[in-house]
Each structure stands twice: as structure tokens, then as C-alpha cells.
């Protein structure tokens, strides 16, 4: 044996005797998004998975992903890990998710599933889910933040059944703004035509639509809460003026009202630069409930009429009747082609 070996031997039992040998590098922990099924049918849902490798002792965990809003809407987020989960706290594009472990055990090691995502596709195309923060805590309670760069692509693809004959006025602009995100389905590959809009909802469509930024940070609502999917889209719209609410609040769980609806148009389109044409005062005459309609909703109302927005129906403007979702689909679809003329 050489004396270069024969050193480096004693070294290594001097190390072992005072339990000084050193100990392998511990395994880096990698994390993978993984879809659970490679498509989606029209209208259906998808699942992806946050899965560890290498982990050392996970005993909670809090994750953040973004995801393509205008494709996707998320419905919910899971772990199979025993333990207590968080309410998902939600803004437009991105979800925050925790879950913990309970008592005195050992957190995961190995590999596993941290977490499932599942989203309902309510657009079509390529949509991009990525991992923007991850922290993770170990059985001490000592806390490590990752920025992984992980991310998953998936094939998103909405369609509605019930969009049948009864509907065929407002199938096309609901099939155009569901491809452009801007109109979501309900879930099981159905869009509810029917279905009464509330503010928060329609507020959330228009910003949308125009792609609105706020201008400054003006507050929210009183009774908006803060991490609701809608509470940003309001919140810009208060900036830009469009949602004054009335006083007491916005109320964006109620149905919007049909006059309530094209005010929030008139205020939109003025936002974005595209002010209606100036009304005579004549546009509402030829509507038989015009008497019906509020004086702060008559001058956006009359304006409407007079670009051609507003038509009626047998029954009037009816303004204070409930908007539906096919109404709202094709008041939307009607703004977009004014804007682009």
C-alpha cells in the first residue's frame, strides 16, 4: 500500500472512531406538475399533481400556482397526506394552497403527491400551470422557501351541451367569449343560458373582455371579500370609476339587473375610449316601459339604443328584471364589435 493510501485510510478511521465521518449530501428534492390525464374532453374537467422526489420530512406545506385564466377555472385542490387543508385563497390566474400534518409525526420523506389541482377548461388551446412559490416546514417547524421552476402544459377544450335551438340567438357569442376566456361554463360541459348573472360575475367579464388595469388603488367593497375569484376585477373597476356601487356596497352576489348591466357598459366603453354617441332623448320612446327605467340608468340606457346595443324585446327594456347568462354572453359580444369598428 502507498503512503499517500495508507494516509487517507488512518484519516478515515481517526473519523470514524470520533464519529466525525462525513455524511453523504443529502439528496436534492425535485418536484414535478403532472397532468392525471394527457386530455380533456369538451367541457370537462382536468387534474394535475404536485409530486416530490427526495423529500426530507415534509410535515406541512403551502403552494401557489398560476394557471391560464382565460382557459382554465380552478374548482378545487386537495392532498392525500393526513392532515388539515386551507380554504384556496384565489385571485385572477393563480391559487395558494396549504396543507399540515396534525401531532407529533414525522413529516414525508421520499417521494409522493403533495397535492392535487382540478380545473374546469372554459377555454380552447394550450393552457401553461406552473408552481410560483413553494414553501415547505419539517416536523421542527423550520421553514424552507423554493422557487422551483416547474410547470405543466395542458390541452384545454370548452364546449356546451346545452346550448341547443332554444339558444341559438346568443351561440355564437357565448362559443366566442368562452374561447377568449371571458365567459366560463358551470362545470360537466354545461354553460346555464338560464342562469341569472351576478354583479361580481359580470364585473369579472368585463374586465376581462377589455383586459382592464387598474390606476390606482382605490379600496374594494365593504362587502367583497378579499381573495374572492372577482374581488380584483372589482376592485379595478372602482379605480377606473365603472363600479360606484350604491352606498352601502357592491353587492356581487346579487343577479344583476338589466339597467344596472348596460350602466356598467356605458361606464366600460367611456373607459376604455370608446364613448357612446350622444342621445336626442328620443332613443326610448319607442320601448314601452320606458317609464320603468331609473333616472341615473336612462342617459347610458338611451345612448345604447342609439348605437344599436340595446334592442328590446316584445316585453321592453324590462330594467329591473334579472340579466341571464345568454343575455350577458351577447351584450358582451356586441360591445367587442363596437370597439373594434
Known amino acids: 500500500m502507498s503512503r499517500k493510501l495508507l494516509f487517507g485510510f488512518l484519516i478515515g ?60 377555472r380552478f ?31 414525522a413529516g414525508v420523506s421520499g417521494s409522493a403527491v403533495l397535492a392535487s389541482f382540478t380545473f374546469t377548461a372554459i377555454g380552447s388551446g394550450a393552457a401553461k400551470i406552473a408552481v410560483k412559490d413553494l414553501k415547505l416546514v419539517d416536523s421542527k417547524l423550520a421553514m424552507t422557501t ?13 364546449g356546451f351541451s346545452d346550448i341547443g ?68 376585477a372589482i376592485a379595478t373597476a372602482k379605480s377606473l370609476g365603472i363600479a360606484t356601487g350604491d352606498g352601502t356596497g357592491f353587492k356581487p352576489e346579487a343577479a344583476i339587473s338589466r339597467q344596472d348591466l348596460m350602466v356598467l357598459i356605458d361606464r366600460t366603453l367611456r373607459a376604455v375610449g370608446k364613448a357612446l354617441p350622444e342621445p336626442t332623448g328620443k332613443e326610448l320612446g319607442g320601448f314601452a316601459d320606458q317609464g320603468r327605467i331609473a333616472d341615473y340608468a336612462r342617459h347610458a340606457i338611451a345612448s345604447l339604443a342609439k348605437a344599436g346595443l340595446v334592442k328590446g324585446g316584445s316585453a321592453g327594456i324590462e330594467p329591473g328584471n334579472s340579466t341571464n347568462r345568454a343575455e350577458a354572453a351577447v351584450f358582451l359580444y356586441r360591445m367587442l364589435a363596437l370597439r373594434s369598428s
Open 146 to 158: 423554493l422557487h422551483p421552476v416547474v410547470s405543466v402544459t395542458v390541452q384545454a377544450a370548452a
Open 165 to 232: 335551438t332554444k339558444w341559438s340567438w346568443a351561440a355564437e357569442a357565448i362559443r366566442y367569449l368562452a374561447d377568449r376566456g371571458i365567459v366560463a361554463g358551470t362545470g360537466n360541459g354545461k354553460f346555464e343560458p338560464a342562469l341569472p348573472v351576478k354583479r361580481g360575475d359580470f364585473m369579472l367579464m368585463l374586465v376581462r373582455a377589455f383586459g382592464l388595469k387598474p390606476q390606482k388603488d382605490a379600496g374594494s367593497f365593504a362587502d367583497v371579500p378579499k381573495g374572492k375569484y372577482y374581488a380584483d
Open 75 to 105: 374548482k378545487g385542490a386537495e392532498s392525500s397526506i393526513a392532515g388539515m387543508s386551507t380554504e384556496p385563497i384565489l385571485t385572477d390566474g393563480a391559487v395558494r394552497f396549504a396543507h399540515t400534518q396534525i401531532g407529533k409525526n
Open 13 to 72: 478511521l481517526l473519523l470514524a472512531a470520533q464519529g466525525l465521518v462525513p455524511a453523504r449530501a443529502a439528496a436534492v428534492q425535485t418536484f414535478t406538475l403532472e397532468p392525471a390525464a394527457a386530455s380533456t374532453a369538451s367541457g370537462s374537467e382536468l387534474k394535475v399533481v404536485l409530486k416530490g422526489k427526495n423529500l426530507a420530512d415534509v410535515y406541512a406545506f403551502d403552494v401557489t400556482l398560476g394557471y391560464d385564466a382565460g382557459k382554465l
